[in-house]
């Protein structure tokens, strides 16, 4: 149960418009969910995290709500910018391992 | 000071070359992790030291050998490596043991295996 999916694989939105992002898990246990940024040559970076004990999060223009009924949780992406642009990974915490396991990515274009 | 820190950037070695990458954080974080990733690709983990002792081996070949010499510091020695070994490795530290803390990375080393 330590698997998640990760959708789209890849996204392109007009600057301005909204990005969503997808991702579903397995492991009911698992209490901690990160998201990661990675823009090209660069290191992945902590954007937002959520744990189980809330719904939802929000950090400016970004936020993310976990659905732990459904096993899925999202990122929301507000008033995209092209400094937005980026591979955005979402994780969780196998319960059983303490180790993140990441999704597969998404790529994220945003067009000025 | 709020970083991760890695050397070398870059890194090319032929196949019976012997070099190590190197990490540094001073946030006073007790766990530490080695990971690669290919292009395009989620980081993939290769170990992990908690409170500087092993505690996660991903079945990583012999030729990658991890060292913490302290709580500050951790090394990935390298030798005999392949080819298909060419990737970014990156190093991250999270606070306390592992599980539950955030994860910080480092730039990472970018290694080619010619």
């Known amino acids: 149960g330590e698997n998640v999916e990760q959708h789209p694989s890849t996204l392109s939105v007009q600057e301005g418009d909204s990005a969503v992002i997808k991702c579903t898990y397995s492991d009911s246990a698992s209490n901690y969910f990160p998201w990661y940024k990675q823009e090209l040559g660069k290191r992945p970076q902590l954007i937002i995290d959520?744990?189980?004990?809330?719904g939802e999060k929000k950090d400016q223009r970004i936020a993310v709500t976990l659905n732990k009924t459904a096993k899925h949780f999202s990122l929301h992406i507000t008033e995209t910018q092209p400094e937005d642009s980026a591979v955005y990974f979402c994780?969780?915490?196998?319960?059983?391992?303490?180790?993140?396991?990441f999704g597969q990515g998404t790529t994220l274009q945003v067009k000025p | 000071d709020t970083e991760v820190t890695q050397t070398p950037k870059h890194l090319v070695m032929g196949m019976t070359n012997k070099k190590s990458l190197k990490c540094e954080q001073h946030m006073g974080h007790r766990a530490m992790y080695w990971y690669k990733q290919k292009a395009k690709k989620p980081p993939e983990l290769m170990f992990v030291?908690?409170?500087?002792?092993?505690?996660i081996n991903e079945s990583v070949p012999s030729r990658f050998s991890p060292e913490c010499p302290n709580s500050s510091l951790l090394n990935l020695h390298l030798h005999a490596l392949q080819p298909e070994d060419s990737a970014l490795y990156l190093c991250a530290s999270s606070q306390g043991g592992t599980g539950g803390y955030e994860q910080y990375f480092g730039p990472g080393t970018r290694l080619t295996v010619t």
């Open positions: 994780a969780h915490l196998a319960s059983n391992t303490g180790k993140l396991i």
């Open positions: 959520i744990r189980s004990n809330v």
């Open positions: 030291y908690s409170y500087e002792k092993l505690s």
